[in-house]
């Protein structure tokens, strides 16, 4: 069997800027003194013209790349999800989300994979802040390819975009020659009948090892990778929830206000189901390698697992 290859989203974020820049001569990036961990350094090597470090000024930057957005550029802005959202958020809420701006926020080292940064970096809120500016999209890709065509698809798009990206190197599943990134519309990896789990990010393939784990011992799970949490793909979560009668989501992110929550409010309007939130409980991470993290705060494939089986039992 081959091995795995593993590789960080950020490390795909910036590769495909650099990649992406003779494509795209009017695309500026800018960061916030974090080059070297975002990746945008990448960039600036390829195109030192057209980056700029803005310093450890994160409110700043934003309020920069909605000025240079504001005259036709395509505009990357780059720092640690905790800034970028946290920090910045009164800036791009009011300077780049009322405007409605074509900045794209790069925003890595998001999560509790963040591992020994501790706490204060752990972000686990920035989808829900994301969630709460009107006209903001909001993408989490879950792999090395995935993460790379999100990149173009947000350069292509018109408008604001948070784009959420990961410290920890994650398996590489999806197909470069046949993978098609498509703009608020969820991914089916598996069929299946007895229940759906709906993951985002890191946890996609958490949540595919679980549905091997489940199917041997005889229960069918679906799984669909939503990549866009906002706009959300309603009718691929309608159908499942039709079909299967109960959904289990997974995140790298609080349970208050992400994907599982999008998820349940989605399916109350359209078809009532027990829905089951795999994700950070309503707490602060604390410092510790990522993956043992990881599974402290049952973001693994056996916690899916074990909330699988508990839904299964709610269906009526």
């Known amino acids: 069997m081959a091995d795995v290859i593993k590789k960080a989203t950020r490390e795909s974020y910036g590769e495909a800027l650099a990649e992406l ?21 990448i960039f600036k090597k390829a195109c030192p013209e057209r980056f700029f470090d803005c310093g450890i000024a994160e409110a700043n930057m934003m309020g920069i790349a909605a000025g240079i957005a504001s005259t036709g550029k395509k505009v990357f802005a780059s720092s640690f999800a905790m800034f970028a959202a946290g920090r910045a958020f009164e800036i791009v809420r009011n300077s780049i989300g009322y405007p409605h701006l074509n900045v794209k926020i790069g925003a890595t080292h998001a999560g509790i994979s963040v591992g020994e940064d501790g706490a204060t970096h752990q972000c686990n809120e920035d989808i829900a802040l994301m969630r709460t500016i009107p006209g903001m999209t909001i993408i989490n890709p879950a792999d090395d390819v995935e993460a790379k065509a999100a990149v173009k698809a ?56 679980a549905a091997d784990t489940l199917a041997a011992e005889g229960i069918n799970a679906r799984v669909i990778n939503i990549h866009t949490i906002k706009p959300l793909d309603k009718d691929i979560i309608c159908k499942a929830a039709k079909e299967t009668g109960v959904i289990v989501t997974a995140e790298e992110h609080s349970v208050i206000g992400g994907l599982g929550s999008a998820v349940a409010e989605t399916v109350t309007e359209c078809c009532p189901v027990p829905v089951i939130k795999v994700g950070v409980n309503d707490v602060f991470g604390h410092s510790g390698p990522a993956v043992e993290l990881l599974k402290e705060f049952g973001l693994s494939s056996e916690n899916i697992v074990t909330k699988v089986k508990d839904a299964v039992k709610l269906k009526k």
Do not use: C
């Not at 007895?194 to 946890?203: H, N, Y």
């Open 21 to 41: 820049s003779t494509e795209y001569p009017d695309l500026i990036v800018l960061d916030a003194d974090l080059a070297a961990a975002t990746k945008t350094g």
């Open 154 to 209: 947000a350069l292509d798009f018109e408008g604001p975009v948070y784009m959420r990206f990961g410290r920890l190197a994650v398996p590489v599943f999806n197909d470069k020659e046949t993978y098609k990134f498509e703009l608020g519309k969820g991914v089916q990896l598996r069929d299946g009948s007895d229940v759906t789990i709906v993951a985002t990010g890191l946890m996609v393939n958490e949540a595919l090892i």
